[in-house]
T-cell receptor, first 114, second 112 residues
Framework: EAGVVQSPRYKIIEKKQPVAFWCNPI?????LYWYLQNLGQGPELLIR????????DSQLPKDRFSAERLKGVDSTLKIQPAELGDSAVYLC????????????FGPGTRLTVL | AQSVTQPDIHITVSEGASLELRCNYS??????LFWYVQSPGQGLQLLLK??????LVQGIKGFEAEFKRSQSSFNLRKPSVHWSDAAEYFC??????????FGAGTILRVKS
């Protein structure tokens, strides 16, 4: 069974540029999560989807961040415009349902903003 | 508000020695507790989880953890560490329908 797939694995951009990250969850997993992981810290939830509905986006900085999961499968997280402080690892995870029985994580996208 | 404290930023143990990583949590109801491991450049892998029942839970790779409600702790243990266990370990707390909150992590170094 394929795991959570994320791309790209690494991205380097200039500040003020846009950037997008893509995630394909494990087949059949209804719940999808995007996390932000700063250096030396644990992951922090940005947004959680139940199928195509964003059910928890309270931590998503909506002035520059957006996300979508149009068909309830794969998802895209976008930053526009990027700032220096956005340099971090962006992790995607999925689970069968919302009860946190087990979240499976992708390898992450390491973003560097110059 | 829920929170997790991992008091040790770094721990170094000799190969073959026992290991205990500490985790203290704050949660207003019955917690769901998790330990994840992250190798450099990799995503997080679940080691074990506690939802209810037996307070000593067994996980993968020979790890176990004990839930102590009175101490709000969920410490991770392994009787004999292998060099391949060197990684960063995260404790997390959540609940039914609530988000998962992670600790800041403990970096484990293994001396040969």
């Amino acid at each position: 069974e394929a795991g959570v797939v994320q791309s790209p694995r690494y991205k380097i951009i200039e500040k003020k540029q846009p950037v997008a990250f893509w995630c394909n969850p494990i087949s059949g997993h209804n719940t999808l999560y995007w996390y932000l992981q700063n250096l030396g810290q644990g992951p922090e939830l940005l947004i959680r989807y139940e199928n195509e509905e964003a059910v928890d986006d309270s931590q998503l900085p909506k002035d520059r961040f957006s996300a979508e999961r149009l068909k309830g499968v794969d998802s895209t997280l976008k930053i526009q415009p990027a700032e220096l402080g956005d340099s971090a690892v962006y992790l995607c995870a999925s689970s069968l349902d919302r009860e946190y029985n087990e979240q499976f994580f992708g390898p992450g996208t390491r973003l560097t903003v110059l | 508000a829920q929170s997790v404290t991992q008091p040790d930023i770094h721990i170094t143990v000799s190969e073959g020695a026992s290991l205990e990583l500490r985790c203290n949590y704050s949660y207003g109801a019955t917690p769901y507790l998790f330990w994840y491991v992250q190798s450099p450049g990799q995503g997080l892998q679940l080691l074990l989880k506690y939802f209810s029942g037996d307070t000593l839970v067994q996980g993968i790779k020979g790890f176990e953890a004990e839930f102590k409600r009175s101490q709000s702790s969920f410490n991770l243990r392994k009787p004999s560490v292998h060099w391949s266990d060197a990684a960063e370990y995260f404790c997390a707390v959540g609940g039914n329908g609530n988000k998962l909150v992670f600790g800041a992590g403990t970096i484990l170094r293994v001396k040969s």
